[in-house]
């Protein structure tokens, strides 16, 4: 046990140990304090007991952080409801502990474990403490009675007095025997093994019955487990004793020692720290099935698996994603492999890439959405019509690229369709490797003889769905990014170089100059009302999207629902888009709904149709009976909308007609030949599946500046033109359909640059991050190195470290870039490489410490498990223990390092990882390539692509934050999270506040920045923080989320100085001496002075991070970073699992006498590096 913590306890007939070692006894049925908090104000915490006649507990009362909770036996009541364990609120947690129940305060004020008669609080010993615990001083003293009178709570029950402690022969010998032989060595017995064997001795003695002294030495087993597997486990075995081992359930076993978390079919290879417990437990080689025929020893081949709430037994098999086959086996799903088809969705200004990346872009161009050397699709989006915010998509466009010629398909939001020039009204087939039709009045299918197809929406919204076969991976570029499960390529831009926002991202990839877009905004106080009532029905448990919450996470569309309907001038339309959305995305998970659209997004039909909620396109035109239809050799997915009656098709007028009338198509021709029409005043015919034109010839030629050539549209041959610019000159040209305009344009093969000249495209500089550069440059790009060679940049390919980040209320972003939050009431496994296996190297776990009466998260606790010990991180401090004994003393090398840089400390570990913690609720983990796609947790599998980032410890696709998070939890003794809320949910009243004081992320101090970090999920996460319960410092969720974006920033190469002494404020001279000035602060600081450590790692941490920063003077050279004090190489201290002084004599866990010498340990003569 800690130091710091003291522990009081009482067991047996009426046996007390208060927390200065005093042990006595009395017997009472009356009412007790037994520790109460000792102050003015009423104090933290107030512990009351009751005993029956037969000394076992009648009632236990605990008031702690606002909750009150009475224990009648197994009835346990919490704020006067009954509850099931294992309990969990944001600040108590209740569990059931091998033989005993275990109360614990989440902000580490106290934990209280108890059983029928006995009954331990361990506390920290700052507390001032008053009852029958007494205090870490004096109390109790000689008069035992006085004391106990004073803990008696006042009531018509008679006084007690201690006892006379009774003595006989016999009973001294038998417990000396048993005492002496099991217990007496143990580090929380040793020291009060007289009292422990005069209590036994008095047992003994009153009843002349060895039974009676079975609860002292269960007393006893229970403080030896701390001390790990010992020969106290075999007391019961002893044939003076005659205590039975408790009667365990089928196939469990009793031990003294056993796993304080044992492995279960939920968890194969549980996490352990060094305490073990008493209880029964599974025999070697079974473990506890918790998830179907709960609480019995199974085999790990018998053990069931789950999903979303439903059992499966061992060797079952389902389907699971995109046509694989699922078996439930050794107690995870095992997957057979299967490719999904990819794809991008644009609805409005929301994108989501081919990888899964959704982001937003405020358009107001012509954009290449995916290209391809064969074939490419650009999108237009422009500001939405009058009386709506934000923005819309106008228009689609589909380019062939082929040796001989580019076709291009234009489909409008009116539903219009062009071909090379021509419009078209109604629905047409085509012949050259396209075919388009509208199976129903909301949308229209495009299908390529290339396994393309597109899905476009035209009513309520424009919106549209690309889809790729699921085994043509390629490296498309554009909006879209690259179907290659690669996230981390996804904001590739034009050029060649990796952006780090969308904003620049999407701008690389305009098709022709054009003006910025608008962010959108709510267009009135009603619309805002409308959104806020009537999105809540995604929500709605028994609501028409109830059925689709268990596969697909509704949260994300009803936040963007209420952003998005309020911006629109007809909210009903866009409210219905985006149910639509939500409904569209449960479909590609084959979670069909029906019924929604009634009441509000009620849709009605020419009475010729009727509307259908799943409309699949395969075999619904006439030309799906006369010629293979491509639309059936691979699905889409299924879309709503008015179509034709069943046994009906369409022909080529879209009008529905039986079989029998349909027309027949030859050579995939959709016209009549011979057909005369006028194309901008020149006479066309169609023949053969093509327009041919005639065309005029003739250019008049004018002198313009800068290089450019005029064009006269006088001129017959004249045709329409855009002018390409640096940035995008490899992208298709774009003459968008427009008549000729007369003006100055740059001769074919030339582009503008920023200047207004006409260049060629070799001679263009390069663009980056919304900034240029010159041929030539170099920059970095994570670990890459990029070169602008030619207008385009040439980066380096090397694997680049990857990192995860949680912070403040549980804001996670994955080694893979998904941001989430969850924060759950338990510790979870936020890195490891078990993965559901036995024979892991590492973990790293993460809990959540609250504070403020609402349970907010101010501190976070970190255990890194490697080898054989258990680095902590809490309280602003690192300690280590041993969980192992080794077995062979030899030194290999450290296993770790701590630094301090800055505000920060970093741990260094030997496996490739580096945690980065700022002492309060920011934890970083940094992981070396040789790590990619071989982790697991919180932090996702590392793997690049952003899809699979929740899978869960069962080994299946996870819907949300919830249900992801809860997989990880290292317990199953901690009960699930069912709701979260966060700080602006809890406050609402602050969060125009939050949103006003959030605001500096996006204000002008963090302008050269947000070209290169987006700061939207930083801004959404600081708003949430800020709701804080307090103002005075003790939360700082703000400045940690600031802090996140700055640092963001500061890894990009924009350093920005934000703190004010009137903002989140670090003061410095706090380490400074009177009159010294050694320590500054620096917003981007490293270590650039000689340290204690460097003197035995011999090599500096080049991080840049904000905080405190020593320049050393002469006379004290070295940094000693263990006291964060300038010293001489003889006061330089170490850290061997703890802080020790220069000059400082530890033993280590070899048993070695060690001493600290200028910075090294120096162990039995040998020269070992611990620092």
Same mark, same amino acid.
Request: with cysteine.
């Given at each position: 046990?800690?130091?710091?913590?003291?522990?009081?306890?009482?067991?047996?007939?009426?046996?007390?140990?208060?927390?200065?070692?005093?042990?006595?006894?009395?017997?009472?049925?009356?009412?007790?304090?037994?520790?109460?908090?000792?102050?003015?104000?009423?104090?933290?915490?107030?512990?009351?007991?009751?005993?029956?006649?037969?000394?076992?507990?009648?009632?236990?009362?605990?008031?702690?952080?606002?909750?009150?909770?009475?224990?009648?036996?197994?009835?346990?009541?919490?704020?006067?409801?009954?509850?099931?364990?294992?309990?969990?609120?944001?600040?108590?947690?209740?569990?059931?502990?091998?033989?005993?129940?275990?109360?614990?305060?989440?902000?580490?004020?106290?934990?209280?474990?108890?059983?029928?008669?006995?009954?331990?609080?361990?506390?920290?010993?700052?507390?001032?403490?008053?009852?029958?615990?007494?205090?870490?001083?004096?109390?109790?003293?000689?008069?035992?009675?006085?004391?106990?009178?004073?803990?008696?709570?006042?009531?018509?029950?008679?006084?007690?007095?201690?006892?006379?402690?009774?003595?006989?022969?016999?009973?001294?010998?038998?417990?000396?025997?048993?005492?002496?032989?099991?217990?007496?060595?143990?580090?929380?017995?040793?020291?009060?093994?007289?009292?422990?064997?005069?209590?036994?001795?008095?047992?003994?003695?009153?009843?002349?019955?060895?039974?009676?002294?079975?609860?002292?030495?269960?007393?006893?087993?229970?403080?030896?487990?701390?001390?790990?597997?010992?020969?106290?486990?075999?007391?019961?075995?002893?044939?003076?004793?005659?205590?039975?081992?408790?009667?365990?359930?089928?196939?469990?076993?009793?031990?003294?020692?056993?796993?304080?978390?044992?492995?279960?079919?939920?968890?194969?290879?549980?996490?352990?720290?060094?305490?073990?417990?008493?209880?029964?437990?599974?025999?070697?080689?079974?473990?506890?099935?918790?998830?179907?025929?709960?609480?019995?020893?199974?085999?790990?081949?018998?053990?069931?698996?789950?999903?979303?709430?439903?059992?499966?037994?061992?060797?079952?098999?389902?389907?699971?994603?995109?046509?694989?086959?699922?078996?439930?086996?050794?107690?995870?799903?095992?997957?057979?492999?299967?490719?999904?088809?990819?794809?991008?969705?644009?609805?409005?200004?929301?994108?989501?890439?081919?990888?899964?990346?959704?982001?937003?872009?405020?358009?107001?161009?012509?954009?290449?959405?995916?290209?391809?050397?064969?074939?490419?699709?650009?999108?237009?989006?422009?500001?939405?019509?009058?009386?709506?915010?934000?923005?819309?998509?106008?228009?689609?466009?589909?380019?062939?690229?082929?040796?001989?010629?580019?076709?291009?398909?234009?489909?409008?939001?009116?539903?219009?369709?062009?071909?090379?020039?021509?419009?078209?009204?109604?629905?047409?087939?085509?012949?050259?490797?396209?075919?388009?039709?509208?199976?129903?009045?909301?949308?229209?299918?495009?299908?390529?003889?290339?396994?393309?197809?597109?899905?476009?929406?035209?009513?309520?919204?424009?919106?549209?769905?690309?889809?790729?076969?699921?085994?043509?991976?390629?490296?498309?570029?554009?909006?879209?990014?690259?179907?290659?499960?690669?996230?981390?390529?996804?904001?590739?831009?034009?050029?060649?170089?990796?952006?780090?926002?969308?904003?620049?991202?999407?701008?690389?990839?305009?098709?022709?100059?054009?003006?910025?877009?608008?962010?959108?905004?709510?267009?009135?106080?009603?619309?805002?009302?409308?959104?806020?009532?009537?999105?809540?029905?995604?929500?709605?448990?028994?609501?028409?999207?109830?059925?689709?919450?268990?596969?697909?996470?509704?949260?994300?569309?009803?936040?963007?629902?209420?952003?998005?309907?309020?911006?629109?001038?007809?909210?009903?339309?866009?409210?219905?888009?985006?149910?639509?959305?939500?409904?569209?995305?449960?479909?590609?998970?084959?979670?069909?709904?029906?019924?929604?659209?009634?009441?509000?997004?009620?849709?009605?039909?020419?009475?010729?149709?009727?509307?259908?909620?799943?409309?699949?396109?395969?075999?619904?035109?006439?030309?799906?009976?006369?010629?293979?239809?491509?639309?059936?050799?691979?699905?889409?997915?299924?879309?709503?909308?008015?179509?034709?009656?069943?046994?009906?098709?369409?022909?080529?007028?879209?009008?529905?007609?039986?079989?029998?009338?349909?027309?027949?198509?030859?050579?995939?021709?959709?016209?009549?030949?011979?057909?005369?029409?006028?194309?901008?005043?020149?006479?066309?015919?169609?023949?053969?599946?093509?327009?041919?034109?005639?065309?005029?010839?003739?250019?008049?030629?004018?002198?313009?500046?800068?290089?450019?050539?005029?064009?006269?549209?006088?001129?017959?041959?004249?045709?329409?033109?855009?002018?390409?610019?640096?940035?995008?000159?490899?992208?298709?040209?774009?003459?968008?359909?427009?008549?000729?305009?007369?003006?100055?344009?740059?001769?074919?093969?030339?582009?503008?640059?920023?200047?207004?000249?006409?260049?060629?495209?070799?001679?263009?500089?390069?663009?980056?991050?919304?900034?240029?550069?010159?041929?030539?440059?170099?920059?970095?790009?994570?670990?890459?190195?990029?070169?602008?060679?030619?207008?385009?940049?040439?980066?380096?390919?090397?694997?680049?470290?990857?990192?995860?980040?949680?912070?403040?209320?549980?804001?996670?972003?994955?080694?893979?870039?998904?941001?989430?939050?969850?924060?759950?009431?338990?510790?979870?496994?936020?890195?490891?490489?078990?993965?559901?296996?036995?024979?892991? #190297?590492?973990?790293?776990? /993460? *809990? &959540?410490?609250? %504070?403020?009466?609402? !349970?907010? @998260?101010? $501190?976070?606790?970190?255990?890194?498990?490697?080898?054989?010990?258990?680095?902590?991180?809490?309280?602003?401090?690192? #300690?280590?223990?041993?969980? /192992? *004994? &080794?077995?062979? %003393?030899?030194?290999? !090398?450290? @296993?770790? $390092?701590?630094?301090?840089?800055?505000?920060?400390?970093?741990?260094?570990?030997?496996?490739?990882?580096?945690?980065?913690?700022?002492?309060?609720?920011?934890? &970083?983990?940094?992981?070396?390539?040789?790590?990619?796609?071989?982790?697991?947790?919180?932090?996702?599998?590392?793997?690049?692509?952003?899809?699979?980032?929740?899978?869960?410890?069962?080994?299946?696709?996870?819907?949300?934050?919830?249900?992801?998070?809860?997989?990880?939890?290292?317990?199953?003794?901690?009960?699930?999270?069912?709701?979260?809320?966060?700080?602006?949910?809890?406050?609402?009243?602050?969060?125009?506040?939050?949103?006003?004081?959030?605001?500096?992320?996006?204000?002008?101090?963090?302008?050269?920045?947000?070209?290169?970090?987006?700061?939207?999920?930083?801004?959404?996460?600081?708003?949430?923080?800020?709701?804080?319960?307090?103002?005075?410092?003790?939360?700082?969720?703000?400045?940690?989320?600031?802090?996140?974006?700055?640092?963001?920033?500061?890894?990009?190469?924009?350093?920005?100085?934000?703190?004010?002494?009137?903002?989140?404020?670090?003061?410095?001279?706090?380490?400074?001496?009177?009159?010294?000035?050694?320590?500054?602060?620096?917003?981007?600081?490293?270590?650039?002075?000689?340290?204690?450590?460097?003197?035995?790692?011999?090599?500096?941490?080049?991080?840049?991070?904000?905080?405190?920063?020593?320049?050393?003077?002469?006379?004290?050279?070295?940094?000693?970073?263990?006291?964060?004090?300038?010293?001489?190489?003889?006061?330089?201290?170490?850290?061997?699992?703890?802080?020790?002084?220069?000059?400082?004599?530890?033993?280590?866990?070899?048993?070695?006498?060690?001493?600290?010498?200028?910075?090294?340990?120096?162990?039995?003569?040998?020269?070992?590096?611990?620092?």
């Amino acid at each position: 046990i800690s130091p710091i913590i003291g522990e009081a306890s009482t067991w047996g007939k009426g046996a007390y140990k208060a927390f200065n070692g005093r042990i006595f006894s009395f017997e009472s049925s009356c009412a007790y304090t037994f520790c109460h908090h000792c102050v003015e104000s009423g104090g933290d915490f107030n512990i009351e007991i009751k005993r029956n006649s037969n000394s076992d507990f009648e009632k236990i009362a605990v008031k702690i952080d606002n909750n009150e909770v009475s224990i009648f036996g197994d009835n346990i009541v919490v704020n006067e409801k009954s509850v099931q364990i294992p309990y969990d609120n944001k600040l108590i947690h209740i569990k059931k502990y091998g033989e005993h129940y275990v109360l614990k305060s989440r902000r580490g004020i106290l934990s209280l474990m108890w059983d029928k008669n006995k009954l331990s609080l361990a506390l920290h010993k700052q507390y001032p403490t008053c009852g029958l615990c007494g205090n870490f001083n004096s109390t109790p003293g000689d008069n035992i009675n006085e004391h106990i009178a004073r803990s008696k709570i006042p009531g018509d029950c008679p006084k007690a007095v201690s006892k006379n402690y009774e003595v006989c022969e016999d009973g001294v010998q038998h417990c000396d025997k048993i005492i002496g032989t099991y217990f007496e060595k143990c580090r929380k017995v040793a020291a009060f093994s007289t009292h422990y064997r005069m209590i036994c001795v008095d047992d003994y003695c009153r009843n002349r019955d060895k039974n009676a002294t079975c609860d002292t030495y269960s007393e006893l087993s229970r403080l030896c487990t701390s001390d790990g597997p010992g020969i106290y486990e075999s007391w019961r075995d002893d044939l003076d004793v005659t205590c039975g081992k408790p009667t365990c359930p089928e196939k469990h076993i009793y031990k003294e020692c056993g796993p304080s978390n044992p492995a279960t079919c939920s968890d194969v290879a549980p996490f352990q720290d060094s305490e073990c417990v008493n209880g029964c437990i599974c025999p070697e080689g079974y473990l506890l099935d918790d998830i179907g025929r709960k609480g019995q020893c199974v085999l790990k081949a018998e053990c069931p698996c789950d999903l979303h709430g439903k059992i499966y037994q061992s060797g079952e098999v389902r389907g699971g994603p995109c046509g694989s086959q699922c078996t439930c086996q050794d107690a995870k799903w095992s997957c057979t492999e299967a490719l999904c088809p990819g794809r991008c969705k644009v609805e409005g200004n929301s994108i989501t890439t081919f990888d899964g990346v959704k982001y937003h872009h405020p358009g107001n161009c012509h954009y290449l959405a995916i290209y391809d050397k064969d074939w490419s699709v650009s999108v237009e989006l422009r500001p939405c019509a009058s009386g709506q915010s934000g923005t819309c998509l106008n228009s689609v466009t589909l380019h062939l690229n082929s040796s001989v010629s580019v076709d291009k398909y234009v489909f409008d939001r009116n539903g219009t369709i062009t071909s090379n020039k021509i419009k078209h009204k109604s629905r047409y087939d085509y012949s050259d490797g396209v075919y388009v039709f509208k199976p129903s009045s909301s949308y229209l299918q495009v299908e390529t003889n290339f396994g393309v197809k597109m899905q476009i929406q035209i009513a309520p919204a424009m919106q549209l769905y690309v889809s790729l076969p699921p085994n043509d991976f390629t490296e498309t570029v554009g909006l879209c990014g690259s179907f290659n499960n690669r996230v981390e390529d996804d904001l590739m831009s034009s050029q060649n170089i990796l952006e780090k926002t969308p904003q620049t991202f999407a701008d690389s990839w305009e098709m022709m100059p054009c003006p910025k877009g608008n962010p959108s905004s709510c267009i009135s106080i009603e619309k805002e009302i409308f959104a806020e009532n009537h999105c809540g029905i995604f929500l709605d448990s028994p609501g028409p999207f109830a059925s689709c919450h268990p596969i697909v996470n509704v949260k994300p569309y009803y936040e963007e629902c209420k952003r998005y309907t309020c911006t629109c001038k007809n909210s009903k339309d866009c409210l219905c888009t985006i149910f639509g959305n939500y409904v569209k995305a449960c479909a590609e998970k084959e979670v069909y709904m029906v019924g929604w659209r009634t009441g509000l997004c009620d849709s009605s039909c020419p009475s010729n149709l009727v509307f259908k909620y799943n409309i699949k396109a395969c075999n619904k035109t006439c030309r799906s009976l006369s010629e293979r239809y491509r639309s059936c050799d691979i699905e889409g997915v299924p879309f709503d909308g008015c179509t034709c009656p069943d046994g009906m098709y369409q022909n080529n007028e879209g009008n529905c007609v039986p079989k029998s009338q349909c027309d027949c198509y030859v050579s995939g021709e959709v016209m009549k030949p011979g057909k005369l029409i006028n194309i901008n005043n020149n006479k066309c015919i169609c023949r053969d599946g093509i327009f041919l034109c005639q065309t005029p010839i003739n250019l008049a030629q004018q002198n313009c500046s800068g290089g450019a050539e005029y064009v006269d549209c006088r001129n017959p041959r004249a045709q329409g033109r855009v002018d390409g610019k640096c940035g995008t000159w490899s992208m298709p040209g774009f003459d968008e359909n427009l008549p000729c305009k007369a003006g100055c344009y740059c001769p074919v093969g030339m582009v503008r640059n920023s200047k207004g000249n006409c260049v060629f495209p070799e001679d263009c500089p390069c663009s980056f991050g919304g900034s240029e550069y010159d041929q030539g440059s170099v920059t970095l790009v994570g670990c890459n190195k990029c070169t602008c060679i030619k207008g385009s940049w040439s980066c380096t390919q090397n694997e680049c470290q990857t990192v995860c980040h949680i912070y403040g209320e549980g804001h996670v972003r994955s080694f893979d870039g998904k941001s989430y939050s969850f924060d759950g009431l338990c510790q979870y496994s936020f890195v490891e490489d078990y993965c559901g296996r036995e024979n892991g #190297t590492f973990r790293i776990l /993460t *809990e &959540s410490i609250p %504070c403020c009466e609402d !349970g907010l @998260t101010c $501190s976070r606790k970190i255990i890194v498990s490697f080898q054989d010990q258990n680095v902590v991180l809490h309280d602003g401090k690192v #300690t280590a223990s041993k969980i /192992t *004994e &080794s077995k062979e %003393c030899g030194f290999n !090398g450290n @296993t770790y $390092s701590v630094h301090t840089v800055g505000l920060y400390l970093i741990l260094k570990f030997s496996n490739g990882i580096t945690i980065i913690w700022d002492k309060n609720t920011r934890v &970083s983990a940094i992981l070396d390539p040789r790590w990619h796609g071989k982790v697991c947790g919180l932090c996702g599998n590392n793997n690049g692509d952003l899809k699979d980032d929740f899978i869960t410890r069962h080994s299946t696709e996870a819907i949300g934050a919830l249900e992801f998070g809860n997989s990880w939890k290292t317990s199953q003794k901690c009960s699930d999270t069912l709701q979260q809320n966060f700080p602006c949910d809890s406050n609402p009243y602050c969060k125009t506040w939050a949103v006003q004081k959030c605001e500096i992320i996006r204000d002008s101090i963090f302008k050269e920045c947000h070209h290169k970090v987006d700061p939207e999920a930083y801004l959404e996460a600081c708003i949430e923080e800020a709701c804080a319960c307090d103002t005075q410092g003790k939360y700082l969720g703000f400045c940690t989320a600031v802090a996140m974006y700055a640092e963001a920033c500061s890894a990009v190469g924009v350093c920005v100085t934000w703190r004010k002494p009137d903002l989140c404020p670090v003061f410095c001279d706090y380490y400074n001496e009177p009159g010294e000035c050694s320590w500054r602060y620096e917003p981007c600081g490293t270590v650039t002075t000689k340290t204690c450590r460097d003197q035995v790692i011999g090599q500096k941490f080049s991080a840049v991070l904000e905080g405190c920063y020593a320049k050393c003077p002469d006379n004290a050279p070295y940094l000693d970073e263990n006291l964060m004090k300038c010293v001489t190489l003889s006061e330089c201290s170490c850290f061997y699992n703890d802080i020790i002084p220069a000059g400082g004599v530890i033993q280590d866990n070899c048993g070695r006498t060690c001493y600290c010498i200028a910075g090294e340990l120096e162990c039995s003569g040998e020269y070992l590096l611990f620092t």
